[in-house]
C-alpha cells in the first residue's frame, strides 16, 4: 500500500503518481480499464480520493471515464504531451530517450526565434535580469552547485520566452521547465556544465540585451544544439 499524505496538494498525489508512471510507462497500456473499486482495494484508499487520482488523470487525457465502461487508458496520441507531469513521467520511465529527442527538437525549434524575438521586444529590466542571470549560472556552473544551477537555468530559458511578446511561446515556459528540472533530476547534467554551454548563455544574454537580434537567435540555437549533443550521444 502506498502511504497516504496528510499534507501537500492531496491525498490522491501517490495513486496520482504511481498510475500516471505506469500508463506512461506502458505498463497500462491504451485500452487497459480501471475500476474506482480496483483502485481503492489497491491503494487502500477512499472512493473520493479513488475519484479524484482519475479526473486529474482524464484531464490530462491519459484516460477516458465512460459509464457501463470504466476507466480506460487511451493511447498516446491522446494525452496532452504538453503537461509537465506528463513529461516527467515519460521522463522517468523507458521512453526517456524518445521524449528527450522530442523536447530537444522542440526547443529547437522555438527558443531561438523567442531569443531573436526577445532581443527587440524585451523591457530594460529583462534585459538587465538576462545578462545578471547569465553571470550567475556561470559561477553556480563552475562551482558545480547543479540543483542551484537548474532552478535559474529555468529562470533564464523562461525570462526569454515572456520577453519574446510572443503568448504562444510564453506558454511554453513550464514545458521548457520540466525538461530543465527532469535533465537535472534525473542524473542527465555532468559534474559540472561544460564551458561552452556557459559561454553560448552569456551570448545569448549579451546580444538581447544589446538587441541584436540574429546573433540572439544564433546563439541560442548553438547552445540548444550543444544540449541535444550531450543528452543525446549520437
Known amino acids: 500500500m502506498i502511504e497516504r499524505r496528510q499534507t501537500g496538494t492531496g491525498l490522491h498525489d501517490p495513486v496520482l503518481e504511481k498510475l500516471g508512471m505506469e500508463i ?23 472512493r473520493t480520493v479513488a475519484r479524484e487520482a482519475m479526473r486529474v488523470l482524464e484531464s490530462m487525457g491519459l484516460v477516458q471515464s465512460r459509464r457501463r465502461v470504466g476507466i480506460t487508458v487511451r493511447p498516446t496520441a491522446d494525452w496532452n504531451v504538453f503537461d509537465p507531469k506528463v513529461i516527467w513521467w515519460r521522463l522517468s520511465g523507458p521512453a526517456r530517450g524518445a521524449q528527450l529527442r522530442t523536447l530537444t527538437e522542440l ?4 527558443e531561438p526565434l523567442a531569443a531573436g524575438a526577445a532581443a527587440r521586444a524585451a523591457t530594460p529590466a529583462q534585459r538587465s535580469r538576462a545578462v545578471e542571470l547569465a553571470a550567475v549560472l556561470r559561477r553556480l556552473g563552475e562551482a558545480g552547485e547543479l540543483t542551484e544551477f537548474m532552478e535559474r537555468d529555468v529562470e ?5 520566452l ?14 521548457i521547465a520540466a525538461v530543465l528540472r527532469g535533465r537535472t533530476q534525473l542524473g542527465l547534467m555532468p559534474h559540472k556544465p561544460v ?15 544589446g538587441g541584436r537580434s540574429a546573433e540572439a537567435e544564433t546563439a541560442m540555437r548553438a547552445l540548444l ?9 549520437g
Open 225 to 233: 544544439v550543444e544540449v541535444r549533443t550531450a543528452m543525446l550521444p
Open 24 to 46: 506512461a510507462a506502458g505498463a497500462l497500456p491504451p485500452g487497459h480499464v480501471l475500476t474506482l473499486d480496483g483502485i481503492q482495494e489497491r491503494f487502500g484508499v477512499s
Open 107 to 110: 526547443r529547437i525549434a522555438v
Open 156 to 160: 533564464f530559458h523562461g525570462l526569454l
Open 195 to 209: 564551458p561552452e554551454a556557459m559561454d553560448l548563455h552569456d551570448a545569448v544574454a549579451a546580444a538581447v540585451a
Open 162 to 175: 515572456q520577453a519574446s511578446g510572443n503568448e504562444m511561446f510564453a506558454a511554453l515556459a513550464d514545458v
